[in-house]
T-cell receptor, first 115, second 112 residues
């Protein structure tokens, strides 16, 4: 167990809807990253938040947005859902002591299905 | 375009053998390197991190990094059936914003 929790575990939405996924970081970790993992592929980096500010972003459109709260928990919001958004969404937290060298610890993920 | 490449496998080895997993990356600005193991339906779990050239050993696992060749590998000694999983190579960059790039993973099967 990494101490990173995510909710919900599973979610089914229809095309065009909006979804919010939640992540609670490991205690003492001030950085959170979000990933999308399609079946049979490696995780794809969506973005990272450090002390409530976006610190880096992958090649995802603006309809993927996020928030980090003062307690370092985080949300991933996806608007205008598309069928290709069906994936496992992973949250990872980091202590952010050494910048880019820090290890990321993953939560169990949220399985999103878009119909 | 920053890329991380792995052989997709599957790699099949007998129980007790050494499994060798390889990963190459394209960006010389890469700072840190990680191997994760992922069982089907589960999230990635960290096996090893490595930051400088050379070997790093932890139990049955050895990570090797060669920055000149842009190559990182993972050796698993005395492979066990419980090692059967997908192994993901990940590379961190922190130039112009933080980013982690994962390879697509190598599926390993250890036959009893």
């Amino acid at each position: 167990e990494t101490g990173v929790t995510q909710s919900p575990t599973h979610l089914i939405k229809t095309r065009g809807q909006q979804v919010t996924l939640r992540c609670s970081s490991q205690s003492g970790h001030n950085t959170v990253s979000w990933y999308q993992q399609a079946l049979g592929q490696g995780p794809q980096f969506i973005f990272q938040y450090y002390r409530e500010e976006e610190n880096g972003r992958g090649n995802f459109p603006p309809r993927f947005s996020g928030l980090q709260f003062p307690n370092y928990s985080s949300e991933l919001n996806v608007n205008a859902l598309e069928l290709d958004d069906s994936a496992l969404y992973l949250c990872a937290s980091t202590p952010r002591v050494n910048g880019g060298t820090d290890t990321q610890y993953f939560g169990p993920g949220t399985r999103l299905t878009v119909l | 375009q920053k890329e991380v490449e792995q052989n997709s496998g599957p790699l099949s080895v007998p129980e007790g053998a050494i499994a060798s997993l390889n990963c190459t990356y394209s960006d010389r600005g890469s700072q840190s390197f990680f191997w994760y193991r992922q069982y089907s339906g589960k999230s990635p779990e960290l096996i090893m991190s490595i930051y400088s050239n050379g070997d790093k050993e932890d139990g049955r696992f050895t990570a090797q990094l060669n920055k000149a060749s842009q190559y990182v590998s993972l050796l698993i000694r005395d492979s066990q059936p419980s090692d059967s999983a997908t192994y993901l190579c990940a590379v961190n960059f922190n130039t112009g914003g933080f980013k982690t790039i994962f390879g697509a993973g190598t599926r390993l099967f250890v036959k009893a």
